[in-house]
């Protein structure tokens, strides 16, 4: 396997009145993945990517980490640096952002 991990973070977009991760800030999360893993010299290990409807709108902004699938909801540009540190280089889940479908 080429990379270790998978970031999906959700950028679709919907129709008002619908929540959409797209239009809440999914391409800024994206974005803040790439740069803070290219930041830490682990873009060729762990790739970030978009993705359609992860079917947690309500939740949104919403990404998905495989190979584990944990989601995670609400999250922030603020909370990237935090995700990449403690699931993505020493694969701790980031309790407070988890989703439990």
Partial sequence: MKFTKHVFVCTNQKEAPKKSCGAEHGAALLD?????????????EIRAQRAGCLDACAFGPALVVYPEG??????QVADVAEIVEKHLVNNEVVERLKLDF
């Fill in 32 to 44: 803040a993945f790439k740069q803070e893993l290219t930041q830490r010299g682990l873009q060729k």
């Fill in 70 to 75: 944990t989601y995670y909801g609400n999250v």
